[in-house]
């Protein structure tokens, strides 16, 4: 069964902190992993797409790699605007559906 | 309009009640899915339209569960006899793309409380 696991559940970072958070897939062969950031009372906003283990994808201060069982997003010196849900998610090969499996998010929390 | 567009934001229904819920996808966006999401979960795929052809409803948690998209734009997710396992918040997204996730944009959602 194709799963999506995150850790951890909930980070608390002081401004400047860099810190990773980690994606743990199991898949029947990976189309993409796509990591979205969710803001309370909106829908997740898309930030990356990887493809293929050893890819990088950078993003201003967050940069995201993939392996062939995990993903990171590493976030250096954040500050409390990076504060949100980072979600994970990965797309399965074959069949018509273009699904996509969530992991249940890291919720993130940025002091000053 | 720019975004994708979901109607109404809020909705509290009692159980029992049949609820519509509405989402106007990015104009000429082909691909459209809904998806739903628990709190503190992550979103869980419904059902997938390409066009007006619904071509996945495997994630309908059951037949109470039914959604359209009759001109191949604006989809209704309609949900019959309301229970209380329901309440979530209800996640629109569209693609241009009739392949892949890329480009996915998804609106903010219908929050659904039965009460």
């Known amino acids: 069964e194709d799963q999506v696991t995150q850790s951890p559940e909930a980070l608390r970072l002081q401004e400047g902190e860099s810190s990773s958070l980690n994606c743990s897939y199991t898949?029947?062969?990976?189309?993409?992993l796509f990591w979205y950031r969710q803001d309370p009372g909106k829908g997740p906003e898309f930030l990356f797409t990887?493809?293929?283990a050893g890819e990088e994808k950078e993003k201003e201060r967050l940069k995201a790699t993939l392996t062939k069982k995990e993903s990171f997003l590493h976030i250096t010196a954040p500050k409390p605007e990076d504060s949100a849900t980072y979600l994970c998610?990965?797309?399965?090969?074959?069949?018509?559906?273009?699904?996509?499996?969530f992991g249940t998010g890291t919720l993130l929390a940025v002091q000053p | 309009g720019a975004g994708v567009s979901q109607s109404p934001r809020y909705k509290v229904a009692k159980r029992g009640q049949d609820v519509a819920l509405r989402c106007d996808p990015i104009?000429?966006?082909?691909?459209l899915f809904w998806y739903q999401q628990a709190l503190g979960q992550g979103p869980e795929f419904l059902t997938y339209?390409?066009?007006?052809?619904?071509?996945?409803k495997s994630g309908l948690p059951s037949d109470r569960f039914f959604a359209e998209r009759p001109e191949g734009s604006v989809s209704t997710l309609k949900i019959q006899r309301t229970q209380q396992e329901d309440s979530a918040v209800y996640l629109c997204?569209?693609?241009?793309?009739?392949?892949?996730?890329?480009?996915?944009?998804f609106g903010s959602g219908t929050r659904l409380t039965v009460v």
């Open positions: 898949v029947s062969g990976l189309r993409g």
């Open positions: 339209f390409q066009n007006e052809a619904q071509l996945d």
């Open positions: 997204a569209s693609s241009l793309a009739a392949q892949g996730a890329r480009g996915y944009t």
């Open positions: 990887l493809y293929s």
């Open positions: 104009s000429g966006h082909v691909s």
């Open positions: 998610a990965v797309q399965a090969g074959g069949g018509a559906t273009n699904k996509l499996i």
